[in-house]
């Protein structure tokens, strides 16, 4: 069996290493030295060149190494009817619950202004807001947003979502749909993004969303860059309409020099970092699944190509 491994950021050793443990006999590929392009049957990968899957006569399987997989739709040749995977959690859910709270205490405990303080050698408390007192509205309930919105709960936070179906997270007050946005965003203080970027998703973080929030709310993105519209947010935060936000990703990654959002006072950046793929806590479900697609079984994170998530 062999495996092709592509990634524009993740190291291939310690998945060599890893996917040797697990499995001796797999022959483990890095791109471009691939070999007889026939001879691939697992494409493991993230953000693969366009082209370079529909190069593979003979693929079984495309398993994305993160949990989005709109950077396989970026390639117009992707190949039709090869089943795509993306991981489920595999590590990714206590990073992504931890990047999300600490965006939220950022600004729950006015940290944001505690900064500014600091530099001003100003020694003032603000009044602190019980945690019950606070709404956080968690956008996508699926296996991150989900376990973000119950581990927010047990913090003592009022935790709201919103989805397309419902999730049944019990104490987590749900919306659905577009017929429940407006309510959702009108009671929500600190919007926490985890929706997949799909067609329907692209550009949702716009300014007819930011006017529907209280003013004064917050954004926490760590979803991805498509989901907002980058001048509408330095709009609403210049207007006072929102109150902060923290970052993780960009429509165009790495954050070019000289972008507005490095120096802007109201927003925090980091380097697509909130879930990071670990390879020795990933590379179960790998084999996992490779097993499962050998066996002629539905493999874990099977993406629904129509959904595009
Ligand atoms: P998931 O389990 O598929 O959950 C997606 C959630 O979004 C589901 O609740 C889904 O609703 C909801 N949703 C999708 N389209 C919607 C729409 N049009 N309207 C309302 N709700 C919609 O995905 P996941 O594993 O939680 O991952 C979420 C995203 O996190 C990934 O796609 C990726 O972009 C991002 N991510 C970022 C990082 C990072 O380092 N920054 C790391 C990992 C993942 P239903 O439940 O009704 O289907
Ligand atoms: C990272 O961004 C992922 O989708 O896992």
Redesign the pocket.
């Known amino acids: 069996m062999v495996v092709l491994f592509y990634s524009d950021i993740d190291d291939p050793r310690p998945w060599r290493a890893a996917l040797a443990r697990a499995l001796p006999e797999l022959d483990f590929r890095v791109w471009p030295d691939i070999g007889r392009p026939e001879e691939i049957d697992y494409a493991l990968v993230w953000k693969p060149p366009g082209g370079m899957l529909a190069s593979l006569p003979r693929l079984k399987a495309i398993l994305s190494l ?5 950077h396989l739709f970026l390639d117009a040749q992707l190949p039709a009817g090869v089943p795509i995977t ?1 991981m ?2 595999a590590g ?1 859910a206590p990073q ?1 619950s931890e990047y999300a709270m600490y965006g939220v205490l950022h600004f729950h405990r006015c940290m944001d202004r505690y900064a500014i303080m600091q530099r001003e050698g100003l020694w003032k408390q603000l009044p602190a807001i019980p945690p019950a007192q606070r709404t956080i509205g968690v ?8 376990d973000f919105a119950c581990k927010a709960q047990v913090m003592g936070f009022h935790v709201i979502g ?4 419902a ?1 049944g997270l019990e104490g987590v007050g749900e919306y659905h ?1 577009a017929d429940g946005l407006a309510a959702f965003l009108a009671a929500t203080q600190i919007l926490v993004n ?5 067609p ?2 692209h550009g949702i973080l716009d300014r007819a969303l930011f006017a529907r929030l209280p003013r004064g709310a917050f954004l926490v993105n ?3 860059g498509g989901h907002l519209v980058e001048d509408d947010l330095v709009a609403a935060l210049d207007s006072g309409q929102l109150g902060g936000a923290m970052l ?2 960009f429509v165009q990654e790495p954050l070019p020099e000289g972008h507005a959002f490095w120096r802007h006072p109201r927003i925090v950046v980091t380097p ?5 793929a670990i390879a020795e806590l990933m590379v179960e479900q790998v084999v996992d699944n490779i097993m499962r697609l050998e066996r002629g079984e539905t493999p874990t994170g099977l993406v629904d190509r129509r ?1 595009g ?1």
Do not use: K
Request: no cysteine; proline share 2%; aromatic share 6%.
């Open positions: 993160g949990a989005g997989v709109d993306r489920v959690d990714l992504m956008m996508g309930l699926g296996v991150l947003g989900g919103w989805s397309r179906r999730h749909g985890f929706l997949p970027l799909t329907e998703t760590l979803a991805r993780d990703v697509h970092i909130a879930g990071l959904r998530y």
